[in-house]
């Protein structure tokens, strides 16, 4: 398959934050899945059977912790690798005949006490193909802290996963990590083609940072950036429509195919032409910037530069004071070495 549509479906996320418990919020989640089976179906009517990707925005099942703690997160609304959640959006998946991508806040039974905000791909099979733990948060553990561990168990092909499908690379990118270049290059040198941003975001027109990011990481890497936001939180206690609008899908070229604006949408879909990507980066001159990259001359700088520590959570969970102190830290170090 060298062309075929893909969809950054607007969807709202019904936060479990309100939820009395673990049973309650597990409700939540099902009618979420079961309102978005109906969603992606009525969407792919409408835009054809050639729609064979569907990408979610991030927290669509749960919202995210808000005065919650580690504990408190993980027994209301982590979901576990091989649980029903997975069971379920991998049928809708299968009934639709598409690869389908979201975020999730996930267990790992390797970290005990701790939680994984996780992008993931699943294919029309049903199957998890892609599992990508976001890097870079403020208040959620990651891989990098508890990085010599992770490293044990899943290598770097864990740290930076693409999935190479019928329909292309696939690699994921979360939220704010659309402002990390580094992310994006590291799964581009693995061959990523096509970014599934899953986000929910304040959505601050062309001018924003996260929207010149966005098009900054499809011009750098030569890739598709399919961008889903969210619709607006409910019932989180945040105004709902502070993170609404904006999901788009942009070229390899920087070029956006297909944007909305606020409120739930399928009106960002987009044709991804993998052939046409694949001859311009196999085409010599001064555009193909992938290949002209010397990547050698920055090892160094990047092996010698030390910022955020890992390895911060190996000693099991910590209270956000643990991330705002440990920040604190680098920012005193880096002015002390009259870095910043």
Same mark, same amino acid.
């Given at each position: 398959m060298t062309a075929y549509r893909a969809l950054a479906l607007q969807t709202t996320c019904h936060a479990v934050n309100g939820a009395r418990d673990r049973v309650e919020a597990r409700a939540i989640m099902?009618?979420?899945?079961?309102?978005?089976?109906?969603?992606?179906?009525?969407?792919?009517?409408?835009?054809?059977?050639?729609?064979?990707?569907v990408v979610l925005p991030e927290y669509f099942l749960t919202g995210?912790?808000?005065?919650?703690?580690?504990?408190?997160w993980s027994d209301k609304a982590c979901i576990e690798a091989d649980g029903p959640e997975y069971a379920a959006l991998g049928r809708i998946a299968s009934e639709c005949g598409i690869f389908l991508a979201g975020n999730a806040y996930e267990l790992d039974r390797h970290f005990p006490g701790l939680y994984f905000q996780t992008c993931f791909v699943i294919a029309p099979s049903g199957e998890v193909i892609l599992r990508y733990r976001r %890097?870079? #948060?403020?208040?959620?553990?990651t891989p990098h802290d508890v990085l010599d561990r992770y490293l044990e168990i899943y290598g770097w092909e864990g740290i930076f996963p693409v999935a190479r499908t019928e329909?292309?690379?696939?690699?994921?990118?979360?939220?704010?990590?659309?402002?990390?270049?580094?992310?994006?290059?590291? %799964?581009?040198?693995?061959g990523a083609e096509?970014? %599934?941003?899953?986000? #929910?975001?304040?959505?601050?027109?062309?001018?924003?940072?996260?929207?010149?990011?966005?098009?900054?990481?499809a011009v750098e890497n030569m890739a598709y950036v399919i961008s889903a936001n969210s619709a607006g939180v409910i019932e989180a206690g945040l105004p709902a429509a502070s993170t609404d609008g904006g999901s788009k899908i942009?070229?390899?070229?920087?070029?956006? %195919?297909?944007?909305?604006?606020?409120?739930? #949408?399928?009106?960002?879909?987009?044709?991804i032409d993998l052939d046409a990507l694949r001859r311009a980066r196999r085409r010599p001159g001064l555009m193909n910037l992938l290949s002209r990259q010397r990547f050698d001359l920055y090892a160094e700088s990047y092996t010698r530069a030390r910022f955020y520590p890992p390895n911060t959570l190996l000693d099991g969970a910590k209270g956000r004071e643990h991330f705002w102190r440990t920040q604190?830290?680098?920012?005193?170090?880096?002015?002390?070495?009259?870095?910043?």
């Open positions: 099902r009618e979420t899945i079961s309102r978005l089976a109906q969603q992606i179906a009525a969407s792919i009517a409408f835009i054809g059977r050639d729609c064979r990707l995210f912790p808000v005065r919650e703690g580690f504990a408190e %890097l870079n #948060s403020m208040f959620a553990p329909i292309g690379n696939l690699a994921a990118l979360a939220s704010e990590e659309i402002l990390y270049p580094e992310v994006a290059r590291c %799964l581009a040198m693995r096509i970014f %599934l941003h899953m986000t #929910s975001e304040v959505y601050g027109g062309p001018r924003a940072p996260k929207e010149a990011a966005k098009i900054a990481r942009i070229d390899y070229r920087g070029l956006i %195919l297909a944007e909305t604006a606020q409120g739930e #949408s399928m009106a960002a879909f987009a044709e604190q830290e680098v920012i005193a170090r880096l002015e002390e070495q009259g870095m910043i």
